[in-house]
């Protein structure tokens, strides 16, 4: 069993900034792509931010310049860094990871349970 549990959500004013955390715990034995994925009301779930486990990033052209992912491979966890916050950022932010219980075996994609980001005066 994987859960991923996010933290870091919260209301922030237009211009502001949050740290999203995610960490993953359960029996894993290897992590492959992480990322993060927001959804708001009445939309379809995009991606946000990826990163593989060498480091290599990938972001969503309305988040690039503004918006920062890491993680920490030692901790299970991934970071999303958000700076100058605008309105439209407004959604619940879902951690997603692809987790293999075998280090040599296939990895299976486990999402968190999201966590609201709300960006308003």
């Known amino acids: 069993q994987v859960q991923l549990v996010e933290s870091g959500g919260g209301l922030v004013q237009p211009g502001g900034s949050l740290r999203l955390s995610c960490a993953a715990s359960g029996s894993i034995s290897r992590i492959n792509d992480m990322g993060w994925y927001r959804q708001a009301p009445g939309k379809e779930r995009d991606m946000v931010a990826t990163?593989?486990?060498?480091?290599?990033?990938n972001y969503a052209d309305p988040v690039k310049g503004r918006f920062t992912i890491s993680r920490d491979n030692a901790k299970n966890t991934v970071y999303l860094q958000m700076n100058n916050l605008k309105p439209e950022d407004t959604a619940v932010y879902y951690c997603?990871?692809?987790?293999?219980?075998?280090?040599?075996?296939?990895?299976?994609?486990?999402w968190g349970q999201g966590t609201q980001v709300t960006v308003s005066s």
């Open positions: 997603h990871a692809r987790v293999a219980f075998v280090y040599y075996g296939p990895s299976y994609p486990r």
């Open positions: 990163i593989t486990s060498g480091g290599t990033t």
